[in-house]
């Protein structure tokens, strides 16, 4: 049974960082891509970065490129989420995500939430002066 659990959310100041956990069990987690998404109140839920397991290739959205990092640690069944630089744009409900890589239609959805079969409940991350 795939089972994703986030953790991390927290309230921090613009400019601050955070780091958001995602653990992973019930599936091979390097025959997988993983995704982390977010979604606003009143908006619709964005693809923020993922990570292709069997290749290590991250892609990340143009909002978070160069303040976000997606990553792996060694053998871990945990994927993190480094961000960095925080706006505040970027408050919301975060979730990881999981989809077998062969199901991933093509590069150009590695970011959409309709590639993902699989979700975790997501922490909320609040960014507040």
């Known amino acids: 049974q795939v089972q994703l659990v986030e953790s991390g959310g927290d309230l921090v100041r613009p400019g601050g960082s955070l780091r958001l956990s995602c653990a992973t069990s019930?599936?091979?987690?390097?025959?997988?891509?993983i995704g982390w998404f977010r979604q606003a109140p009143g908006k619709e839920r964005e693809g923020v970065s993922c990570l292709s397991m069997v290749d290590g290739i991250t892609y990340y959205a143009n909002s978070v490129r160069g303040r976000f990092t997606i990553s792996r640690e060694n053998a871990d069944t945990m994927v993190y989420l480094q961000m960095n630089s925080l706006k505040p744009e970027d408050p919301a409900v975060y979730y990881c995500a999981a989809v077998p890589i062969p199901h991933v239609r093509a590069i150009q959805f590695v970011l959409h939430p309709q590639t993902y079969e699989y979700w975790g409940q997501g922490p909320q991350v609040t960014v507040s002066s």
């Open positions: 019930g599936f091979t987690l390097d025959e997988y891509v």
